[in-house]
């Protein structure tokens, strides 16, 4: 240890002390920074027009893109899309989440607990790719859904390439993150305050409602911020749940930069994605405050 | 507080009315150990019952059997009259404190305090003032607004308190709600408890391991070990006339002897007559095993100084321990190899009259000194 502690004193000598926190915040600084580099490089690009002739963006800077991408019908539609699949994507995952990981905390069988924690985290470990997939052969014409509603009598729906594809598709990807959200939170709830207010006269349902759901807000709203961020920002499951119909903005984002080319649309596009997804954080928690985050501070 | 006073939980004739019956109640949670082994007991309305025993005496599971959150295997437990086990805990008139409070965080002291008559219905109306009515009975009268979390521990015990009153149920628990508290806070609180159900009447049943919270608080004690009842007597009767030697060492401070029953019904160990009383069955020649109380044991530099005392023996000092108000002596009696006597000595001309080896007497009336038949090993 001394061996240890003499090469310490001349690496990091003791006066230099006062600046370890600064040194271990470098990484992080660092990582940031090169964001922040990355997004005023987007921004400037964002502020150049694709010259058809030469496809060069322009010598000059112009607002053009921004016109295009606000005054365009078809980007409107995609960004009413993006945020529309975001709510609803939050709100069925933790419509479902809830209980699951309700159930999840307060069973009383270790096996119930298990399975349930193996089915959440076994399509955990397939990439959101294969499993679009699986949703791909499970919804399709043909496949499993259909061949089940075709048992009873039904004949086969288009269950794919729709809006509501998608929206089941991110509701199955984010349910995970949901629930290992909210399991925590609804840890820390003691079992005593749930029998507290059944013998204070609630019902099953009234106590989960005065009582299970605020005190879990916290990790609702952290679920709801996670959920609705990375849904909203989905690339994979609109692209192949929703057959290129039903595009989000990342999709459009990489029509931009990969297909036609035109960096500078691109860049505007991915910029109001980061003030879209900065909105929401910022009305979630202008609503509930960041001290129901646990990042201290109150309402 | 007028209209609430103890009149209405009084009975109207003055009639002796039982509030709980719990007849041959018994809990098996598997393993072969029954955790609550064939209870029964009354408790008259408007009386305070403690139930007192160690950890994992089954005095907890006993009460959340009352409670309705376990339903004991065998055996009834009944409520004014009515079999409990059948209502689910929202269904019933209970007000319960618990163990850690279980106040919601995120509701004000007043929000606490309504959360039961909104649950149950009461009349919107009248549920500010009832709150505030019995925000006042527990003394935080303009606390109403604050949060749980901005209330100091003992505000957080009236609290819940009111909360588990403000319904007027017909029976309040209390889960050991003071054990966390520290030792002024924990005697304020018992005076209050105290008060709060003289004041209301409400029958009570409280749960402690604490014997002196037991005896200050209560009309009625139940002493419970391994499951079953061992005593169930007021308060000065269990603490003068225990009936088993579990009960005798578990309240207040006692020594053991353990011998043979004499004729007389005293105890023979070796060649020493210990005299003391029998309590219970004790026939000649049966093992036995006495208990004396340590303030009952009077201790003086030699045998003539001990004054009237029917037993007398000479013992070694072979520790001395002070205790602020008082000295306790650990002595050994010479013969009585291998017993210890430990003594309260209230000393008037100061502390530190005895030292480690000094030679000392001992001595107590035989009334003092219970002989109970020792358990089968």
């Given at each position: 240890?001394?061996?240890?502690?003499r090469?310490?004193?001349?690496?990091?000598?003791?006066r230099?002390?006062?600046?370890?926190?600064?040194a271990?915040?470098?990484?992080?600084?660092?990582?940031?920074?090169?964001?922040?580099?990355?997004?005023?490089?987007?921004?400037?690009?964002?502020?150049?027009?694709?010259?058809?002739?030469?496809?060069?963006?322009?010598?000059?800077?112009?607002?053009?893109?921004?016109?295009?991408?606000?005054?365009?019908?078809?980007?409107?539609?995609?960004?009413?899309?993006?945020?529309?699949?975001a709510?609803?994507?939050?709100f069925?995952?933790?419509?479902?989440?809830l209980?699951?990981?309700?159930?999840?905390?307060?069973?009383?069988?270790?096996?119930?607990?298990?399975?349930?924690?193996?089915?959440?985290?076994?399509?955990?470990?397939?990439?959101?790719v294969?499993?679009?997939?699986?949703?791909?052969?499970?919804l399709?014409?043909?496949?499993?859904?259909?061949?089940a509603l075709?048992?009873?009598?039904?004949?086969?729906?288009?269950?794919?390439?729709?809006?509501?594809?998608?929206?089941?598709?991110?509701?199955?990807?984010?349910?995970p993150?949901?629930?290992?959200?909210?399991?925590?939170?609804?840890?820390?709830?003691?079992?005593?305050?749930?029998?507290?207010?059944?013998?204070?006269?609630?019902?099953?349902?009234?106590?989960?409602?005065?009582?299970?759901?605020?005190?879990?807000?916290?990790?609702?709203?952290?679920?709801?911020?996670?959920?609705?961020?990375?849904?909203l920002?989905?690339?994979?499951?609109?692209?192949?749940?929703?057959?290129?119909?039903?595009?989000?903005?990342?999709?459009?984002?990489?029509?931009?930069?990969?297909?036609?080319?035109?960096q500078?649309?691109?860049?505007?596009?991915?910029?109001?994605l980061?003030?879209?997804?900065?909105v929401?954080?910022?009305?979630?928690?202008?609503?509930?405050?960041?001290?129901?985050?646990?990042?201290?501070?109150?309402? | 507080?007028?209209?609430?006073?103890?009149?209405?939980?009084?009975?109207?004739?003055?009639?002796?009315?039982?509030?709980?019956?719990?007849?041959?109640v018994?809990?098996?949670?598997?393993?072969?150990?029954?955790?609550?082994?064939?209870?029964?007991?009354?408790?008259?309305?408007?009386?305070?019952?403690t139930?007192?025993?160690p950890?994992?005496?089954?005095?907890?599971?006993?009460l959340?059997?009352?409670?309705?959150?376990?339903?004991?295997?065998?055996g009834?437990?009944?409520?004014?009259?009515?079999?409990?086990?059948?209502?689910?805990?929202?269904?019933?008139?209970?007000?319960?404190?618990?163990?850690r409070?279980?106040?919601?965080p995120?509701?004000?002291?007043?929000?606490?305090?309504?959360?039961?008559?909104?649950?149950?219905?009461?009349?919107?109306?009248?549920?500010?003032d009832?709150?505030?009515?019995?925000?006042?009975?527990?003394?935080?009268?303009?606390?109403?607004?604050?949060?749980?979390?901005?209330l100091?521990?003992?505000?957080?015990?009236?609290?819940?308190?009111?909360?588990?009153?403000?319904?007027?149920?017909?029976?309040?628990?209390?889960?050991?709600?003071?054990?966390?508290?520290?030792?002024?806070?924990?005697?304020?609180?018992?005076?209050?408890?105290?008060?709060?159900?003289?004041?209301?009447?409400?029958?009570?049943?409280?749960?402690?391991?604490?014997?002196?919270?037991?005896?200050?608080?209560?009309?009625?004690i139940?002493v419970?070990?391994?499951?079953?009842?061992?005593?169930?007597?007021?308060?000065?009767?269990?603490?003068?006339?225990?009936?088993?030697?579990?009960?005798?060492?578990?309240l207040?401070?006692?020594?053991?002897?353990?011998?043979k029953a004499?004729?007389?019904?005293?105890?023979?160990?070796?060649?020493?007559?210990?005299?003391?009383?029998?309590?219970?069955?004790?026939?000649?020649?049966?093992?036995?095993?006495?208990?004396?109380?340590?303030?009952?044991?009077?201790?003086a530099?030699?045998?003539?100084?001990?004054?009237?005392?029917?037993?007398?023996?000479?013992?070694?000092?072979?520790?001395?321990?002070?205790?602020?108000?008082?000295?306790?002596?650990?002595?050994?009696?010479?013969s009585?190899?291998?017993?210890?006597?430990?003594?309260?000595?209230?000393?008037?001309?100061?502390?530190g009259?005895?030292?480690?080896?000094?030679?000392?007497?001992?001595?107590?009336?035989?009334?003092?000194?219970?002989?109970?038949?020792?358990?089968?090993e």
């Amino acid at each position: 240890m001394d061996a240890l502690n003499r090469t310490l004193d001349i690496v990091w000598p003791a006066r230099m002390m006062p600046y370890t926190g600064w040194a271990l915040l470098m990484p992080a600084l660092l990582l940031v920074g090169l964001l922040v580099l990355g997004l005023f490089q987007m921004a400037d690009s964002s502020l150049h027009t694709l010259d058809r002739s030469t496809f060069l963006p322009s010598e000059n800077y112009t607002l053009e893109n921004y016109r295009t991408v606000v005054e365009n019908a078809t980007y409107g539609k995609i960004i009413w899309r993006s945020v529309l699949g975001a709510v609803l994507t939050v709100f069925f995952t933790l419509l479902l989440a809830l209980p699951y990981s309700y159930i999840m905390v307060r069973t009383s069988s270790s096996a119930v607990r298990k399975v349930l924690l193996v089915t959440l985290f076994l399509p955990f470990f397939i990439g959101q790719v294969v499993r679009a997939y699986g949703l791909l052969i499970i919804l399709g014409t043909t496949g499993v859904a259909n061949n089940a509603l075709g048992l009873v009598g039904v004949e086969p729906i288009r269950l794919l390439f729709n809006f509501p594809a998608v929206v089941f598709g991110l509701v199955q990807y984010m349910l995970p993150f949901a629930v290992l959200m909210l399991a925590p939170a609804l840890t820390a709830i003691p079992r005593e305050t749930e029998t507290a207010a059944a013998s204070l006269g609630a019902n099953w349902l009234q106590s989960f409602r005065h009582v299970v759901i605020p005190m879990a807000k916290p990790g609702l709203i952290g679920a709801g911020l996670v959920v609705g961020t990375l849904a909203l920002t989905d690339f994979a499951m609109p692209a192949m749940l929703g057959g290129g119909s039903q595009d989000f903005i990342a999709n459009a984002i990489y029509d931009q930069f990969f297909r036609t080319a035109d960096q500078g649309l691109g860049a505007a596009l991915a910029l109001m994605l980061v003030v879209l997804g900065s909105v929401f954080v910022a009305i979630v928690i202008s609503i509930f405050g960041a001290g129901t985050l646990g990042m201290g501070g109150k309402k | 507080m007028t209209d609430r006073s103890a009149a209405q939980y009084a009975p109207a004739d003055g009639a002796r009315e039982i509030a709980v019956r719990a007849s041959h109640v018994s809990m098996d949670f598997g393993g072969g150990v029954l955790a609550v082994d064939d209870a029964s007991f009354e408790l008259e309305k408007g009386r305070f019952l403690t139930i007192l025993g160690p950890s994992g005496s089954g005095k907890t599971t006993l009460l959340r059997m009352i409670a309705g959150f376990q339903k004991q295997t065998a055996g009834e437990i009944t409520i004014n009259g009515k079999a409990v086990g059948a209502a689910p805990p929202h269904r019933r008139s209970i007000g319960m404190v618990f163990q850690r409070l279980a106040l919601f965080p995120h509701m004000t002291a007043a929000e606490n305090v309504a959360f039961p008559l909104k649950m149950r219905r009461f009349d919107p109306r009248t549920i500010p003032d009832r709150v505030n009515g019995f925000l006042e009975l527990v003394k935080l009268g303009g606390y109403g607004n604050r949060r749980i979390n901005e209330l100091s521990g003992g505000q957080q015990q009236r609290v819940a308190i009111a909360r588990a009153l403000v319904f007027e149920p017909d029976l309040l628990l209390l889960d050991e709600p003071l054990a966390a508290l520290d030792v002024k806070l924990r005697e304020e609180m018992q005076l209050e408890f105290r008060r709060i159900q003289h004041e209301l009447g409400v029958t009570t049943i409280n749960v402690t391991h604490d014997q002196r919270e037991a005896l200050v608080v209560s009309d009625d004690i139940i002493v419970m070990d391994g499951g079953r009842i061992q005593q169930h007597a007021k308060p000065v009767e269990l603490y003068r006339a225990p009936t088993n030697p579990f009960v005798a060492g578990f309240l207040g401070l006692s020594s053991f002897v353990e011998g043979k029953a004499t004729a007389d019904g005293d105890l023979q160990s070796g060649d020493l007559k210990v005299l003391g009383v029998s309590a219970g069955d004790v026939t000649e020649g049966v093992p036995v095993i006495a208990a004396i109380r340590a303030e009952q044991i009077r201790l003086a530099r030699s045998a003539p100084a001990l004054g009237a005392c029917e037993m007398q023996l000479d013992a070694t000092v072979i520790d001395t321990i002070f205790e602020g108000e008082r000295q306790m002596y650990i002595v050994e009696a010479a013969s009585l190899p291998g017993t210890t006597f430990r003594v309260y000595h209230h000393d008037p001309e100061g502390f530190g009259l005895f030292d480690i080896g000094d030679p000392v007497a001992i001595g107590w009336n035989r009334r003092d000194l219970k002989i109970f038949r020792h358990a089968a090993e």
